[in-house]
């Protein structure tokens, strides 16, 4: 599936309506304000009923891979949070390629935010 079209799927599944319109133009023209936004204002792109779910995964799914920098890298979800364990600090988004599940850092907190979604 091509990269627009997991992040509308992701954006119609667990983005707040009021940023899904500038979420998706964000991550495929400027990821770094995408990132920003996820980092210091989480609880305005995410509902809190998704803040500190458990996360479950499948370790071999493949998913996007945002750092806090906005660099995308298409990897593994075993990857990505082994990437995200060793370096830490938060500042992470991991997107299923289905669009259905994802996972988040927020970033810059005395604690990090961690937010986990699945359809």
């Known amino acids: 599936m091509a990269t627009k079209n997991i992040l509308e799927i992701f ?3 667990f983005i707040s309506i009021e940023y899904r319109v500038r979420f998706l133009h964000d ?3 400027k990821p770094e304000k995408m990132m920003n936004k996820i980092c210091h204002n989480t609880s305005y792109v995410f509902s809190n009923k998704f803040l500190n779910s458990k996360l479950v995964y499948d370790g071999e799914e493949k998913c996007l891979f945002y750092n806090v920098v906005g660099h995308m890298e298409e990897t593994t979800w075993d ?8 370096y830490g600090n938060g500042g992470y988004l991991i997107i299923s ?3 259905n599940t ?3 850092e927020s970033e810059g907190e005395s ?3 961690k937010y986990f ?3």
């Open 111 to 113: 604690q990090v935010k």
């Open 79 to 86: 990857i990505a949070i082994k990437e995200i364990k060793s």
């Open 27 to 29: 991550a495929l023209k």
């Open 97 to 99: 390629y289905d669009g």
């Open 11 to 13: 954006a119609s599944n």
């Open 117 to 119: 979604g699945k359809v």
């Open 102 to 104: 994802f996972y988040a």
